[in-house]
């Protein structure tokens, strides 16, 4: 089935620790895109890609990294230097930069 | 001023009503426009998009109101599965594409 994949569901982060969400999507997708989530407010986009590697940095890029040397793979580090990481973290594709965006079923992270 | 703006509800209707929700939004030079369901702790899925015309998908509206610069939809005959948030996103040429901006959500809670 084509899709995109994120993992893990559910990921916890101890002070200080860099970890890694993954996003994988097999739609010969262009573009893909890292959000956050967090409660009462709007998706806010962290990082966008339009083709492979090439990224951007969205609204809120501080504390997080991302590479894109594969088109189907977008993975996204959350660095020691975010210090509000608690989130749902949303990776979506979309065919071209200006066509609607599909969402992976999103990655979970806390700290311990 | 937040860019895109909904009710956050929650709206609590019974089976079969009507219902409907607006959003505002402040950029006049916003593009396009789309409505996204979100089931709780899921990922956002795209429900439809918004054209001038105004359009229909069954029980589902959606128009657009260029001039007073809001959206609706309207949700008819409401079932039970229909509970859930509803995201009112626009897009405005941004950094050279046409960067999305989430509404945080209308809850629509259908009851018995």
């Known amino acids: 089935d084509g899709g995109i994949t994120q993992s893990p569901k559910y990921l916890f982060r101890k002070e200080g620790q860099n970890v890694t969400l993954s996003c994988e999507q097999n739609l010969n997708h262009d573009a893909m895109y890292w959000y956050r989530q967090d409660p009462g407010q709007g998706l806010r986009l962290i990082y966008y890609s339009q083709i492979v590697n090439d990224f951007q940095k969205g609204d809120i890029a501080e504390g997080y990294s991302v590479s894109r040397e594969k088109k189907e793979s977008f993975p996204l580090t959350v660095t020691s230097a975010q210090k509000n990481p608690t989130a749902f973290y949303l990776c979506?594709?979309?065919?071209?930069?200006?066509?609607?965006?599909?969402f992976g079923d999103g990655t979970r992270l806390s700290i311990l | 001023r937040k860019e895109v703006e909904q009710d956050p509800g929650p709206f609590n209707v019974p089976e079969g009503a009507t219902v409907a929700f607006n959003c505002t939004y402040s950029?006049?030079?916003?593009?396009?426009f789309f409505w996204y369901r979100q089931d709780c702790r899921k990922e956002p899925k795209l429900l439809m998009s918004v054209y001038s015309s105004g359009n229909e998908d069954g029980r589902f509206t959606a128009q657009l109101n260029r001039a007073s610069q809001y959206i609706s939809l309207l949700i008819r005959d409401s079932k039970l599965s229909d509970s859930a948030t509803y995201l009112c996103v626009v897009s405005h040429f941004s950094g050279g594409y046409n960067k999305l901006i989430f509404g945080a959500g209308t809850r629509l809670a259908v009851h018995p």
């Open positions: 950029n006049s030079a916003s593009q396009s």
């Open positions: 979506a594709s979309s065919r071209d930069i200006n066509q609607p965006q599909h």
